[in-house]
């Protein structure tokens, strides 16, 4: 069964979520041919202190203003 894994931050609208696993579920039903109910999605939300770009926290790029990723 396939596992569909969302790195990302933090989504606080559960309705959205809700709607983005709906779509992604059936994108990913129609590609591989397989029934909706095997897909597998799973969010990892990440706080901007447990992620480094550019060898640099994001937490510290905000700050500096640095914004872009």
Known sequence: M???RIDGPKVSDLDRKRQFVKDV???ASALYGLPAQIMIVLFQENTPDNVGVGGQLLIDRHKS????T
């Open 25 to 27: 579920t059936n994108a």
């Open 65 to 68: 203003g640095e914004t872009s």
């Open 2 to 4: 396939p596992i569909i």
